[in-house]
């Protein structure tokens, strides 16, 4: 019993210190993937044979400093070589650094083994800041620090995530295994998640590859870890993990703005190059019922070249165009002209030939009563 | 030259006899030490690239 209470109360006067380095995040962490946990546990068990071989080696020394000190009349012994010492000594660290190198190998290789993967993601280092691109998805953006300046100025109390936010974190699937492509645009750069274990360089002219299995959702933060510059400091790394159907919805919802965006339906257009785009729609497709003058073959056709009901209405006209008008000739265009062409055929009907009302038509306002 | 490989082997593991280091550098010839030397390291390379693809199959 006594035994067992000085043993307990040993044991934490030994691990105890390193308890408290542990809870305070000193430590490396554990990590929220298979391979930062291998990583985590070898980096352990490493440490603890540092520590034996420490106290073995440390203890020794000050055992034979205490034990033949001179003042008892202790003697040195002298002799030159002692073969079997010898072989001991070298022996013995061959052994443990071979029995640390199996499993440390056999962690790097599974690092290194990004095969089979379901996505991949470009990652690509700018000075100061890091693009992302799903591969394949036609999905790409660029994430930015979102510290204010305040901040760093020293104006404003520093936030929690300090240095530690961006505007567009990389959003990641859990339990999808996802192949991380690196690559830089300027200098060497390097993308360091210590809770995905991973940190590689992303070197221009170079893409290398690292790969993660998220396995709980959560926020993860990390930084550059090559000193790149300025603003080095100054670009980190936020992965969003959610699950794999919250994934998939996100990324089509990226998918569609991107495509919205192609399609100009992100942005204000002015009125000059709604006019211009609207003439070739009026010309190619309008031009041969309400004739390229507007002036149309009544009473079949309209004329929409002064057509004051035209110019007063604006929402009927729109409404015209899109939906067409039932029992005459006039077809719904909804289905065949896209919000851009829309938007311009009719801002061009409503300033061409003397038509000059002076609005036009935004493409975003079509697509909006399109979908609904 | 059972000598010269035994000698190879303890310089490759770094612990030598003090009498058998004697003999070495007394034997006056050190060509066949530098030749055994070299082909050793070349079969200690090979021997550990069999080993790595035996153990990365």
Known sequence: ?372 | MWNVIKSVLAAFFGVQKESRRREDFTSGRVMPFIIAGVLMALVLVVLIAVVASLAAR
């Open chain 1, 1 to 372: 019993m006594r035994m067992r209470l000085v043993r307990t109360a040993v044991g934490m006067a030994l691990t105890g210190p390193f308890e408290v380095v542990l809870a305070n995040g000193w430590n490396m962490p554990v990590g929220v993937t298979d391979l930062s946990r291998d990583i985590h546990t070898l980096h352990m068990v490493i440490f603890w044979i540092c520590v034996v071989i420490g106290i073995v080696v440390f203890g020794a020394i000050f055992y034979s400093l205490f034990r033949y000190r001179r003042s008892r009349g202790a003697k040195a012994s002298h002799f030159h070589e002692h073969t079997t010492v010898e072989v001991i000594w070298t022996v013995i660290p061959l052994l443990i650094l071979v029995a640390m190198a199996i499993p440390a190998t056999a962690t790097l290789r599974d690092m290194y083994d990004a095969s089979e993967a379901d996505m991949d993601v470009l990652i690509t280092g700018q000075q100061w800041r890091w693009r992302y691109e799903y591969r394949g998805e036609d999905v790409a953006f660029i994430s930015s620090l979102a510290t204010p300046r305040e901040q760093i100025e020293g104006q404003a109390a520093k936030g929690e995530h300090y240095l530690r936010e961006v505007d567009q974190p990389l959003v990641l699937p859990v339990d999808r295994k996802v192949r991380l492509l690196m690559t830089s645009d300027d200098v060497i750069h390097s993308w360091w998640v210590p809770d995905l274990g991973v940190k590689q360089d992303a070197m221009p002219g170079y893409i290398n590859e690292n790969w993660v299995r998220i396995n709980e959702p959560g926020t993860y933060r990390g930084q550059c870890a090559e000193l790149c510059g300025r603003d080095h400091a100054f670009m980190p790394v936020v992965v969003e993990a959610v699950e794999p159907e919250q994934f998939d919805s996100w990324l089509a919802e990226r998918k569609a703005a991107a495509a919205e965006a192609a399609m100009g339906l992100d942005r204000e257009w002015g009125l000059d190059e709604l006019m211009e785009r609207g003439e070739q729609v009026y010309g190619t497709i309008c031009a041969s019922c309400h004739q390229p003058d507007g002036g149309g073959s009544p009473p079949t056709f309209p004329a929409l070249a002064g057509n004051q009901a035209l110019m007063d209405d604006r929402e009927r006209h729109i409404e015209t165009v899109i939906n067409g008008v039932s029992g005459a000739p006039m077809p719904a265009f909804r289905n065949t002209l896209d919000p851009v062409e829309i938007a311009a055929v009719i801002t061009y009907e409503r300033n061409a030939w003397g038509n000059e009302t002076g609005d036009s038509v935004q493409p975003s306002a079509i697509a909006e009563r399109i979908a609904d």
